[in-house]
């Protein structure tokens, strides 16, 4: 069986690591009064004029929703090939990351 840890403590390449420390209230706090103080047709105006930005050259727009649209490290496509090939899909990504998700939440219910 492979050890999760190295000697050192790190994580052992190919273990993908825990979920993460957890939000503290304080930040949980903050996020809901950003999300009161946006309502979604207000952040729905400002995506599209970032959209706009981007279409007509402005390089700061391009990155923040590049960004937020595929990450700061995008898969290139001959990983996106590789996946397709492996029968990896996004459907079944999003199952992991929700499993993920809801196993933390209940990790995080019990603290």
């Known amino acids: 069986m492979r050890s999760e840890r190295s000697t050192n403590g790190q994580f052992a390449p190919g273990n993908p690591g825990g979920p993460g420390r957890p939000r503290r209230a304080v930040e949980r706090e903050y996020l809901a009064v950003l999300a009161d103080t946006v309502p979604l047709d207000t952040w729905r105006a400002i995506c ?14 391009r ?47 019990m603290l």
């Open 48 to 61: 599209q004029s970032a959209v706009e930005a981007a279409k007509n050259g402005d390089a700061k727009a």
């Open 63 to 109: 990155d923040w929703l590049a960004r937020y649209l595929i990450g700061n490290s995008p898969a290139n496509l001959m990983t996106l090939a590789a996946e397709e090939h492996a029968g990896i899909t996004v459907e079944k990504e999003i199952e992991k990351t929700l499993t993920r998700r809801a196993r933390h939440e209940a990790i995080e219910a």
